[in-house]
């Protein structure tokens, strides 16, 4: 039941910032079937250096008797374009001259992202999504489909992100593309430039999607003798490396200034405006110890969007608990359905 495939977009498109692609791939995944109403659609936005194959990374949601059974529903997460996994990225082979883009690739934002997605909800023929739902990057890319597209999301899930990147979110990215930079191979055009400026960019990054508690609880040193070589320390350089073998400078960078771009309110006024807009039956999910994207950012999105629920989750693992709190996800999120049931349909405009 569980399958991957590929759309292919052989038309120009041309992206927010007036520059083009020349078409474009998406990598995408499907759990289930589509019923025949084409109404059982659960479409899955994937966070930063993630792939379309969300049984890798977020198992814990779907399967057999799980909150999202592809017995009921038909589960679909597309790669975003720019990454590394199977869609239009940096490494891919630009047609006009036939050598992969590498540093030309253009800038990409996430409305540019969201278009693509929106292109290939057409091509499948697929008119109302019963649940949009993401976290980080993905939870951004979800609600901006939820204002471009508010006819057709009837409930948006929304889980430790924001309506506008923040100037801390944007700082925390920018140290990580300086870390890039200061990789001598960076200035080149190969597939490994700047891999080990990626390995600190990742450690940087950890920092930002764990939380004091997570250190405290799993790196502590057994004893009281060592005096170098920390658990901390090599965890850093474990977890940098780590991304190094499955990701890609390129399109971590691309990605990266595509999360900085986020912000709702653009061209529609003011976030106010724009979220405003928004007629899915909406729960926004924050976790207690979140630096990365504060529980006050969902709190600003539940009081702003009619009928929004806000949950928050408890837990040591910072911004990454979206990831690991799964038996408390699953539990706001039946709660949230058992709300919206009773709600009224939305119909501001």
């Not at 700047?194 to 940087?204: D, F, H, K």
């Not at 529980?295 to 911004?319: M, R």
Request: aromatic share 12%; hydrophobic share 35%; glycine share 8%.
């Amino acid at each position: 039941m569980y399958k991957e495939d590929f759309f292919h977009y052989t038309k120009t498109f041309e992206l927010e910032s007036g520059k083009t692609l020349p078409g474009f791939q998406l990598s995408y995944s499907t759990f289930g079937k589509l019923n025949e109403a084409k109404d059982n659609v659960i479409w899955v936005c994937h966070a930063l250096t993630a792939n379309s194959n969300f049984l890798d990374w977020w198992e814990g949601l779907f399967g057999k008797g799980r909150l999202y059974d592809p017995e009921k529903y038909f589960i679909i997460c597309a790669n975003i374009l720019g990454s590394c996994y199977g869609s239009t990225g940096p490494l891919s082979i630009n047609p006009d001259t036939k050598k992969p883009f590498y540093h030309s690739f253009p800038q990409l934002t996430n409305r540019d992202m969201v278009r693509a997605f929106d292109l290939l909800r057409q091509s499948l023929q697929i008119e109302q999504i019963h649940t949009l739902i993401g976290g980080s990057l993905g939870g951004q890319h979800a609600l901006e489909w939820s204002i471009m597209e508010a006819d057709r999301i009837k409930h948006l899930i929304q889980i430790c992100s924001n309506a506008q990147h923040s100037p801390w979110g944007i700082a925390f990215n920018e140290s990580q593309r300086m870390a890039i930079e200061q990789d001598p191979s960076w200035e080149k055009n190969e597939d490994t430039a700047g891999l080990q400026g990626l390995a600190t960019a990742r450690a940087i990054a950890l920092l930002s999607y764990r939380h004091y508690n997570t250190y405290q609880n799993t790196q502590q040193e057994k004893g009281n003798g060592k005096l170098d070589n920390y658990r901390a320390s090599s965890y850093q350089r474990y977890q940098g490396e780590k991304l190094v073998r499955r990701f890609n400078a390129y399109s971590y960078w691309i990605l990266s200034k595509a999360m900085d771009s986020h912000h709702v309110g653009r061209g529609r006024g003011s976030v106010e405006e724009a979220l405003a807009k928004v007629k899915a039956h909406a729960l926004f999910v924050g976790v207690s110890t979140d630096v990365l994207f504060p529980l006050s950012e969902q709190q600003y999105l539940a009081e702003q969007i009619p009928q929004a629920h806000l949950a928050v989750i408890e837990s040591d693992y910072g911004h990454d608990g979206f990831l690991i709190e799964i038996p408390s996800l699953s539990e706001n999120i039946t709660h949230f359905y058992e709300k919206a049931r009773q709600e009224p349909a939305i119909t501001n405009v």
